[in-house]
């Protein structure tokens, strides 16, 4: 059984195997990143709706982790377009 | 306090032109980006679009600019062979890619030597690899270019932002001045002192505010269309490297005695948790500016792309009908627009983060020892 399948992907385009690798990659980097920056809106809502007085440095603290994960994120997807091209 | 300032943006200035330099000559690198792609800079045939080699065209350096068009810019070649010595000739000679010129051709991206001395047409010359080998390209690309313009923008900025300070003795800000003033007070107050500490911020406020600046213009720069702008200096993996590595030169050559204590042999730990916690520090040395010039490229590029991608699709719609082709052009430009106003955001936090992950590298390496509190 196993040795049908693998004679089966042994024969298959190994091209569009890893092109179809590299998207799925990508796409799992965005989930990674949403996630991410989901949990990080979440909790600066939260925490604005506690104490609305400290909304500027909540907002620019969570701008800024936003970024951090997003840096890590699109890496991923960088890596997937180049091996996807 | 403006004296002060005033010297601290001629610090800018030079700060510039070094990245200018250094970067210009570390382009070489860019020339070897994944595909050799066609040069007929972001034409389709007649017939099939490809959008992916389009997309290519647009994100990758080039040995000339494309204006509109069929109209390019041909920027010089500077080669240097160690049999041929050094050769400057302008790229059009290369008739987009179709031609050898005195022995070189274009081949993608990157110049190839050839063993015919005789302009003959690309299909019909044969590489000498020998010689491609030890080529040493230092043209003038289009990325290096941009490079030059954006540091030629930076340095009038900020030369007369000096100058006003200079000539607006004890007055108010005026002009350019109170645009800018607010930048560089924001990442003095809130990135250099808080970060590094009022004892050591002022030694590394000049390169903080000159990176800052310089990745600032070149992300807006990229989100130009047209000339001279529209190069995409930042989302080119050379110009994030040499930023990191400079910071990482920074870091190394700043760090005090507990900052490689740190890393070495953290204070507290017993010494089984140490064998693995060191090689992860020392790891850790090396990966911190690795992350920051990805992020930064990342990002700038994962922007272009996700632009030129909504853009394309108008041409990948028209090439079923003209009609579909117009329809789509109305939500294809509406997504255009947001995406480049939402990559303004990015071009300018993607500068912020970098400007403050190094004065965070810059404050660990420089911070003074914890003194043991007694309970």
Known sequence: MLGILLADVATADLNAIAKAGAVIGAGIAALGAGVGIGRIGGSALESIARQPEAKGDIVG????????????????????????? | MQ?????????????????CLSAASISLASGSDAVA?????????????????????????????????????????????KEKGLDIFSSGRFDHGHKTYNGYALDGKNIIAVNETEPVDVHHATKNEELTASLWDFSITKNTLSLMISVA??????????????????????????????????????????????????????????????IWINNLLGLVPVFPGGANVTGNIAIPMILALITFTITTFSGNKHYWQHIFAMPGIPKWVLVILTPIEILGVFIKPFVLMVRLFANILAGHIVLLVFFFLIFIFGEASLTTGLITSVPALAFTVFINCLELLVGLLQAYV??????????????????????
Request: glycine fraction near 8%; hydrophobic fraction near 50%; charge should be neutral.
């Open chain 2, 354 to 375: 970098f400007t403050f992950l190094s004065a965070l590298y810059f404050g660990m390496a420089t911070a003074e020892g914890h003194h043991e509190e007694a309970h």
């Open chain 1, 61 to 85: 603290n969570m701008i800024l982790a936003a970024a951090l994960v997003e840096g890590v994120a699109l890496g991923a997807v960088a890596l997937g377009f180049i091996v996807g091209l």
């Open chain 2, 153 to 214: 923008l930076l340095l009038w900025i900020f030369i007369s932002v000096a100058k006003s300070y200079t000539l607006n003795k004890n007055k108010a800000p005026s002009g350019l001045q109170s645009l800018i003033e607010p930048v560089i007070i924001f990442i003095r107050d809130n990135v250099a002192k808080s970060i590094i500490g009022e004892k050591h911020y002022e030694r590394y406020l000049p390169y903080l505010l000159t990176v800052f600046f310089f």
């Open chain 2, 37 to 81: 792609n066609d040069t007929t800079a972001g034409h389709a045939e007649k017939g099939k679009l490809e959008p992916g080699k389009l997309i290519l065209d647009h994100i990758s350096d080039a040995h000339s600019w494309h204006l509109w068009g069929h109209t390019e810019l041909p920027l010089p070649v500077i080669i240097y062979s």
């Open chain 2, 3 to 19: 004296l002060r300032i005033n010297r601290l943006v001629k610090k800018i200035c030079g700060l510039s032109l070094l990245f």
